[in-house]
């Protein structure tokens, strides 16, 4: 049930524990996709994971801005800090607890929300306010998941098939020639730079002319299954925390 369609009342009979919040970011993605990109492929992968479980499940608003400032140099890119972040996903989540909501799956759509989504769901299941885990779609995509880069071929694929209005057709030729192969600036398995702008030049990372809409409709299958066989397993996980040894 998708909780701000909903009433109060409801969300007051629904019988189920489980919930499912997205989030994303809203950064550059070159100049042939939305800024929003991050935010609209965790929903679509969210919506199409619930759509394979039987259980019932609470669907949260999406939280729309992340940890991106690496994208600073580019106009429209939002972010927060790293802990105001995680102080504000972990709160909603236990608002979600609050009504009974307490297991949660967070779907991630930004690879700079990893680190501090691992930790939100620690920090929160160790209280025992609640258990939840992050998942993020690009990670659960198979093969794949090796040519995820910042606007590449993944993300355009999987908007490709999602919103295709939203991409810039026109600008396909240009978001390739500015782009990078790859991310980061590496010697001795060190990345040396902070900012995207350091090594590309228009945000893209990876060939999006690579992600068509029948990539796009395998990439949602294989996140979408993903996702489901992943809320099995936490409305039906024993989630009380071990002994001391």
Not at 29 to 40: E, K, M
Not at 218 to 240: H, N
């Amino acid at each position: 049930m998708n909780l701000s369609d909903a009433t109060w009342t409801e969300i007051r009979d629904l019988e189920t524990n489980l919930a499912v919040v997205p989030v994303g970011s809203t950064e550059q993605h070159g100049p042939h996709a939305p800024l929003g990109t991050d935010v609209l492929t965790a929903e679509a992968v969210a919506d199409a994971g619930l759509e394979r479980v039987d259980h019932d499940v609470v669907r949260a608003p999406a939280i729309p801005v992340g940890i991106a400032e690496e994208h600073r140099q580019f106009p429209g890119t939002m972010w927060v800090s790293s802990g105001t972040f995680r102080d504000y996903v972990r709160e909603a989540i236990e608002s979600l607890a609050h009504h009974g909501f307490d297991r949660v799956v967070i779907v991630n759509g930004h690879g700079g929300n990893v680190d501090a989504l691992r930790e939100v769901g620690a920090t929160i299941t160790r209280t025992g306010d609640a258990y939840a885990v992050p998942f993020t779609w690009f990670e659960a995509v198979g093969d794949h998941s090796a040519e995820m880069g910042h606007g590449g071929p993944l993300e355009t694929a999987l908007l490709r098939h999602c919103e295709p209005d939203l991409v810039r057709e026109d600008r396909i030729d240009e978001a390739r020639a500015g782009g990078a192969e790859r991310w980061g600036e590496w010697v001795s398995h060190v990345n040396l730079a902070y900012d995207s702008a350091e090594f590309t030049d228009n945000g893209v990372v990876g060939d999006p002319k690579a992600g068509d809409n029948e990539r796009g409709e395998e990439l949602l299958e294989l996140a979408a299954d993903a996702l489901a066989r992943l809320l099995e397993a936490v409305a039906e996980r024993d989630v009380s925390r071990p002994e001391g040894r």
